[in-house]
């Protein structure tokens, strides 16, 4: 059973940082891309930033750009969101998610073929 499960979210204040963590386990293959997509209450589900399974290319949505990077540890079946410079804006619940992409890269939702429970990330004074 393909498993992912996130991990690092919690309460920071704006201008701070924190870094996410998903571990993948269960694939039969690691030829996979992976991204972050975040959720806020009310609010439809979006793209935040993307990492091939080489980690050669990266995605990132126009309001994240500058502020997050997204790297991958083949070794250790994990992807990382670091977090800086943090605005209220970014509180949402957190998703890992991965896809094969056979028909090419997309940032949409359903494009992602497995999901995490999601992490909250809050950024509140």
């Known amino acids: 059973q393909v498993r992912l499960v996130e991990s690092g979210g919690g309460l920071v204040q704006p201008g701070g940082s924190l870094r996410l963590s998903c571990v993948a386990s269960g694939f039969t293959s690691d030829w996979h891309a992976t991204g972050w997509l975040r959720q806020a209450p009310g609010k439809e589900r979006e793209f935040v930033a993307g990492?091939?399974?080489?980690?050669?290319?990266?995605y990132y949505a126009d309001s994240v750009k500058g502020r997050f990077t997204i790297g991958r540890d083949n070794a250790k079946s994990a992807v990382y969101l670091q977090m800086m410079s943090l605005k209220p804006e970014d509180t949402a619940v957190y998703y890992c998610?991965?896809?094969?992409?056979?028909?090419?890269?997309?940032?949409?939702?359903?494009?992602?073929?497995?999901w995490g429970q999601g992490t909250q990330v809050t950024v509140s004074s």
């Open positions: 998610a991965s896809g094969t992409f056979r028909a090419g890269w997309s940032a949409l939702p359903s494009a992602f073929d497995y």
């Open positions: 990492i091939s399974w080489g980690g050669g290319s990266t």
